[in-house]
């Protein structure tokens, strides 16, 4: 089964929470065919017992293909090294207690849960790095994880991944803000190059009067470079070309 036929229901923000991570997560590594991160994912962990699963918030695991999967069988891959879970009041006992131990019996390497709304922990976020099969505490400001090579960071009530260097990695909205400014960008480049283009055919006709006719007057000079681009200057060519003299060609400028 893909569900455990348990509500699925979440509040916008755990459902955001968890969201936002796995997304960082997954552009971070877009270039490693051997790390897979899901979140909130069937994980199975006993062959043969379709009742023994448990669904991570998060969880990343090196070394393994990084494809699309309806569920998450341990003993055909490899055990999650990294796993987070958002937590709350209300799942607090869940959390600390259940899951701290089967994970710890699953021999996932780090385990952290974070508690955006500040209900029961303070600081929000905790780590823990497995030893022996004994969870013990990580200290440090900022927590690193020793598995994906990255930092985790509380930004207000958000999580947030950041490189070694500091660098935060993006979130959608970051995604999004970054290709509106890219397509902005494109936009702008796209008029520079019009209106270069249509400065060019300008003087270009310019060149073409003078060519055949002399030195252009600079009344008639300021005319031409202010003239609108498209059809009007394609008409205009043609005049400069087929005119007998510039007073005809004047003509043609209405």
Do not use: C
């Not at 055949?212 to 609108?228: D, H, M, N, Y």
């Amino acid at each position: 089964p893909e569900s455990d036929g348990k509500p699925m229901g979440e509040t916008d923000d755990h459902r955001d929470q968890m969201t936002d991570p796995l997304y960082a997560l997954r552009w971070h590594f877009r270039d490693h065919d051997e790390l897979y991160v899901s979140g909130n994912l069937l994980v199975f962990y006993e062959k043969g017992n379709r009742r023994k699963h448990v669904a991570p918030d998060l969880f990343a695991v090196r070394g393994v293909e990084r494809k699309q999967r309806a569920q998450y069988k341990i003993w055909e891959e490899r055990t999650p090294e990294f796993v987070l879970e958002i937590t709350s009041a209300t799942t607090r006992r869940e959390d600390q207690y259940h899951k701290k131990s089967l994970y710890a019996a699953l021999g996932v390497t780090e385990y952290y849960l974070f508690d955006p709304t500040g209900d029961y922990l303070d600081p929000p976020l905790r780590a823990f790095r497995l030893s022996k099969g004994v969870y013990l505490p990580v200290i440090g400001n900022p927590i690193v994880s020793q598995v994906l090579q990255l930092q985790l960071l509380v930004e207000g009530r958000r999580l947030r991944l950041a490189s070694l260097e500091g660098a935060l990695l993006p979130f959608p909205e970051d995604a999004y803000r970054g290709w509106q400014e890219a397509v902005a960008l494109a936009e702008r480049e796209r008029q520079r190059a019009d209106r270069a283009e249509d400065q060019g055919a300008r003087l270009g006709l310019l060149t073409l009067l003078e060519a055949r006719f002399g030195e252009v007057p600079e009344g008639l000079r300021a005319t031409i470079l202010s003239v609108p681009a498209g059809a009007p200057l394609a008409e205009l060519f043609k005049a400069a070309a087929t005119a007998a003299t510039l007073d005809a060609f004047k003509l043609t400028l209405g």
